[in-house]
Structure formats: C-alpha cells, structure tokens
C-alpha cells in the first residue's frame, strides 16, 4: 500500500537497536569502528550525533570517518529515530495524482526539498476512495511520520482525510472544506490576468476564452482574464466566452463557433483557452479554416502539459502550473512545522503561474 519514493543519509547517532542485527550478512555498529579506529564507543557517538565539535579534535574526528567509511558503517535511522522522538519520515497522501500528467513534478519538488532535510517521504495513491485515504493516513500514523501532505490531482475544495489532524499536516493543489488546514495552491486569478496581458501587449482586442469546467481553476482564471480586459476597458462580449469543457474536442468544438463563417473583422484575434488540450483543439480548427497562428489568431494555453504543448504547432504560449514549486513549497512547511512543533496556521499560500513563451502569440492583425 505505501510506496517509498525518496531516502535519507542517516546523519547520527548510535544505540543498542543497530546492534542488534538479522540473520544474514552482520551490518558494521559504532562499536566495530570504535574498534578500527582505537576510540571509544562515546567518541564514534559524538562524531555521528554532531556533537564531536569541542570534545574531540579534528584529527580524531577525521580518523572516526574514514574508520567508518572502509566498514561501509551508516547510523541507525531507527535509533536515532527513537532518541528524537522522530522519524524523519513524511507521508504523502494523493487522490488521482499518480495518474496525472504533472504528478512528477509535484513529487519531485516534495522528495527532493525532504532529502535535503534528511527525510524520507512515503507516497500513497488513494485513486480518489474516501476510505482507502483514511486508511492511508491511519497507516502513516502508525509508522509514526512526522508529518503528512495530502496532494490532489486538480484545485478543489477537499474533505480533510480522516486522522489529518492528529499529527502536522498541510494541503497541496487543493483547500480543505472546512478551512482547518494551511494549502498551498496556484494564483490562478493571477494566471488568467498573465494569460490576458500577454495578448493585450501585443495589441489585441478582440480577446475571446474558450473551455471550462466547473472547477474552482475555470472560476478563477476567467476572474482574471475579465480583471485584465476591464482595466483597458475592453468588455468581452458574452458569446466570447465560450465553456466547452476540458478536452481537444470542446476547444475544437468553441473555435468553429468563434470563427467559422465570421468576418475577419468581427472575430476574435486572440483566444485565452482554458488548458493547453483546449488550446490543441483551438490550433486544429484553425488549420481546418485556413487561418494562421500566430498570424491571424493568437492563442494561448494553460498548464504547459508535459509532452504536448512544446509540441503543438505551432508551439504554444502557455502560463504553467507550478506543480514543481508547490511540492517543495508544502514540504518545507510542513518540516517547519515539525522542527518547531507549532502548527502553522491554517492559510491559503498562492503559487505564481510562469509564462511559457513559444509561438503561438504574436501582434495583432492589422484590420
């Protein structure tokens, strides 16, 4: 059920549990290099514990290192672990991340700011099943983790998994329903102001958007795509803005009824897409009408979906999501969290969006 995704170099300490070895090929103690190095078993402890600094000089500190590199000697974690009263162990919790496009940047921002620190992070996909999250976070409690970060496939409103609030714990790409813990998200109204100014700074006008769902993203977007346009003055009419969905389809599909048949000078020069699928369905059907990006249509995508939108054509302006950010953004919360033992409050941190600048913008038609 639980995956381990990232290690740690234990960094101290010794005791009796990583004397006491199963059967098998028996792993070097502190003692074994106390041995070698014609120390004492405190002087290996201080070494590994970092306390060697004003109780051992360096020549012995050094002489207690590479003793401890020719056994192949490294500290027991679980020792160590039962000193501190930690594990140096993070849980991370997901609902469908693990079949998303984005998911590995997301795990790789929180696994690598964890081995850093010198955790270790255990990963569990719950494929989206309330109970099997519960299950998941009762686990990770047994196993005593420091701390937990629960990470969701798209922005949403979540049910905070049940046992959440037993240990330190914070959101990643969603917000808890009932405001009880801190998230950290996307500025998506943020995104949608970028995505707008790049078309209006290249001095389009006539700016539509197409797709959507029902989701807090759409909501937010849209918010700050209107925000951009308001402050020139430009009011979108209504049948600019088209909501088709998510997929190649509906942006296909809200292309045709922005273009198709209309006259050059009362169609749209530059579509906002709701993500960057959208976008590819936008470029299809323009190709389909004869119409050249970025000559007389400028588009602009959302996500920068890995292994697609470098790869439309033409290549697509894109604002990204910051998957990558976000996973190191709510782990070093939450080892913050752990290292002072205060619980953070409970806040909404939003992540800046990146513009990805290719080909598929470019100035205004002149009409």
């Given at each position: 059920?639980?995956?381990?995704?990232?290690?740690?170099?234990?960094?101290?300490?010794?005791?009796?549990?990583?004397?006491?070895?199963?059967?098998?090929?028996?792993?070097?103690?502190?003692?074994?290099?106390?041995?070698?190095?014609?120390?004492?078993?405190?002087a290996?402890?201080?070494?590994?514990?970092?306390?060697?600094?004003?109780?051992?000089?360096?020549?012995?500190?050094?002489?207690?290192?590479?003793?401890?590199?020719?056994?192949?000697?490294?500290?027991?974690?679980?020792?160590?672990?039962?000193?501190?009263?930690?594990?140096?162990?993070?849980?991370?919790?997901?609902?469908?991340?693990?079949?998303?496009?984005?998911a590995?940047?997301?795990?790789?921002?929180?696994?690598?700011?964890?081995?850093?620190?010198?955790?270790?992070?255990?990963?569990?996909?719950?494929?989206?099943?309330p109970?099997?999250?519960?299950?998941a976070?009762?686990?990770?409690?047994?196993?005593?983790?420091?701390?937990?970060?629960?990470a969701?496939?798209?922005?949403?409103?979540?049910?905070?998994?049940?046992?959440?609030?037993?240990?330190?714990?914070?959101?990643?790409?969603c917000?808890?329903?009932?405001?009880?813990?801190?998230?950290?998200?996307?500025?998506?109204?943020?995104?949608?102001?970028?995505?707008?100014?790049?078309?209006?700074?290249?001095?389009?006008?006539?700016?539509?958007?197409?797709?959507?769902?029902?989701?807090?993203?759409?909501?937010?977007?849209?918010?700050?795509?209107?925000?951009?346009?308001?402050?020139?003055?430009?009011?979108?009419?209504?049948?600019?803005?088209?909501?088709?969905?998510?997929?190649?389809?509906?942006?296909?599909?809200?292309a045709?009824?922005?273009?198709?048949?209309?006259?050059?000078?009362?169609?749209?020069?530059?579509?906002?897409?709701?993500?960057?699928?959208?976008?590819?369905?936008?470029?299809?059907?323009?190709?389909?009408?004869?119409?050249?990006?970025?000559?007389?249509?400028?588009?602009?995508?959302?996500?920068?979906?890995?292994?697609?939108?470098?790869?439309?054509?033409?290549?697509?302006?894109?604002?990204?999501?910051?998957?990558?950010?976000?996973?190191?953004?709510?782990?070093?919360?939450?080892?913050?969290?752990?290292?002072?033992?205060?619980?953070?409050?409970?806040?909404?941190?939003?992540?800046?969006c990146?513009?990805?600048?290719?080909?598929?913008?470019?100035?205004a038609?002149?009409?």
């Open positions: 059920m639980i995956k381990r995704t990232a290690g740690t170099r234990a960094a101290d300490g010794m005791g009796s549990t990583e004397e006491q070895q199963p059967t098998g090929k028996q792993r070097p103690t502190s003692r074994d290099v106390a041995r070698l190095a014609g120390v004492s078993h405190t290996v402890s201080f070494v590994f514990n970092g306390r060697a600094e004003g109780n051992l000089s360096p020549a012995t500190q050094e002489r207690i290192r590479q003793a401890a590199a020719q056994l192949g000697y490294r500290p027991d974690p679980v020792a160590r672990g039962l000193r501190r009263r930690r594990t140096a162990v993070i849980g991370l919790v997901t609902d469908e991340i693990a079949s998303s496009p984005f590995g940047r997301l795990l790789r921002g929180a696994m690598e700011t964890a081995w850093d620190s010198e955790h270790l992070v255990l990963t569990v996909d719950s494929g989206g099943d109970a099997k999250e519960d299950a976070v009762a686990e990770l409690l047994d196993r005593r983790v420091d701390g937990i970060i629960y969701a496939f798209s922005l949403r409103r979540v049910r905070v998994p049940e046992g959440l609030h037993r240990t330190h714990s914070v959101l990643a790409n917000v808890p329903e009932d405001d009880s813990l801190p998230a950290v998200i996307p500025a998506e109204r943020a995104g949608g102001r970028t995505a707008a100014r790049l078309l209006l700074d290249e001095g389009h006008r006539r700016i539509a958007h197409v797709g959507g769902l029902d989701d807090i993203a759409s909501v937010e977007r849209l918010r700050g795509f209107r925000d951009a346009l308001r402050a020139e003055g430009i009011t979108v009419p209504k049948e600019w803005v088209v909501r088709t969905g998510g997929e190649i389809s509906g942006g296909h599909e809200g045709l009824k922005l273009l198709d048949r209309v006259p050059a000078d009362r169609r749209p020069t530059g579509i906002f897409c709701y993500n960057d699928r959208v976008a590819a369905g936008v470029l299809h059907a323009a190709t389909r009408l004869g119409l050249s990006v970025p000559e007389d249509l400028s588009v602009v995508g959302y996500d920068d979906q890995e292994h697609m939108a470098a790869y439309l054509s033409p290549p697509l302006t894109t604002i990204a999501l910051p998957h990558r950010a976000m996973g190191e953004a709510a782990t070093r919360l939450l080892l913050d969290a752990i290292d002072t033992g205060k619980t953070p409050p409970a806040t909404v941190r939003r992540l800046a990146p513009v990805i600048s290719r080909a598929s913008v470019g100035p038609p002149i009409r």
